[in-house]
Each structure stands twice: as structure tokens, then as C-alpha cells.
């Protein structure tokens, strides 16, 4: 079992940057790929970004595409979105994700998720 727990979200000014963090805990360290989604109400949980155990491959969607960036700390047990440049578009709650796939791209691949926070972007 693994337990997600994110932070970091709240309001922003468009064009501003805010980063999210997810601490994991239970069997963790590089035994899971790592993502976040990120959800509107009314519609379908989205991918936003993945990255493998080791760290050494992300991918993003198009949509966030050079303006967020993945990362983790298997040490620390922690996976971290950098959020910069956000626009109205990217308000949603975002959620942390493992899978045990090289990478999560589709929810379908996601065995745990965390509960999620809340990022408001004003414009």
C-alpha cells in the first residue's frame, strides 16, 4: 500500500508559478512511477505530467508543455510539480498518482492516488 499526501496548491495570479509536493509513504522509493492529474468539475481527470522511478524520463502533456516541470527525491520519498507561467485554464484540483507502469499517462495505469489540491489561477 502506498499513501499520497499533496500540498502546495492555492490561488494564483495568471502568470504566476506555484508547486505542488507529494509525500509518499508505505512501500515507496523507487518502486512506482509517478504522476499528477488534474481535475475540473464536470469532466474527466486529465494528465498533466509522469515521471519513471529512476527519475530519468518524464513526459507532459501538450498543454503544460515548457511550463511545468516533474520531479522526485527518492530519498525523501517526495514528487514535486513546478507550475510556472499558469494560465485561468490550469484551475483544477491536482492529484499525485503511482503506478507500476514505466510511466502513468492514463488513469487507467494509476493504483493509488492522493486526495488532491485545490489550484486556483485568477486571471
Known amino acids: 500500500q502506498v499513501q499520497l499526501v499533496e500540498s502546495g496548491g492555492g490561488l494564483v495570479q495568471s502568470g504566476g508559478s506555484l508547486r505542488l509536493s507529494c509525500a509518499a509513504s508505505g512501500r515507496t522509493g523507487s518502486s512506482y512511477a509517478m504522476g499528477w492529474f488534474r481535475q475540473v468539475p464536470g469532466k474527466e481527470r486529465e494528465f498533466v505530467a509522469t515521471?519513471?522511478?529512476?527519475?530519468?524520463?518524464?513526459n507532459y502533456a501538450d498543454s503544460v508543455k515548457g511550463r511545468f516541470t516533474v520531479s522526485r527525491d527518492n530519498a525523501k520519498n517526495m514528487v514535486y510539480l513546478q507550475m510556472n507561467s499558469l494560465k485561468a485554464e490550469d484551475t483544477a484540483v491536482y492529484f499525485c498518482?503511482?503506478?507500476?507502469?514505466?510511466?502513468?499517462?492514463?488513469?487507467?495505469?494509476?493504483?493509488?492516488w492522493g486526495q488532491g489540491t485545490q489550484v486556483t489561477v485568477s486571471s
Open positions: 515521471i519513471s522511478r529512476s527519475g530519468s524520463t518524464t
Open positions: 498518482a503511482a503506478g507500476a507502469r514505466f510511466l502513468i499517462r492514463v488513469a487507467i495505469e494509476v493504483d493509488y
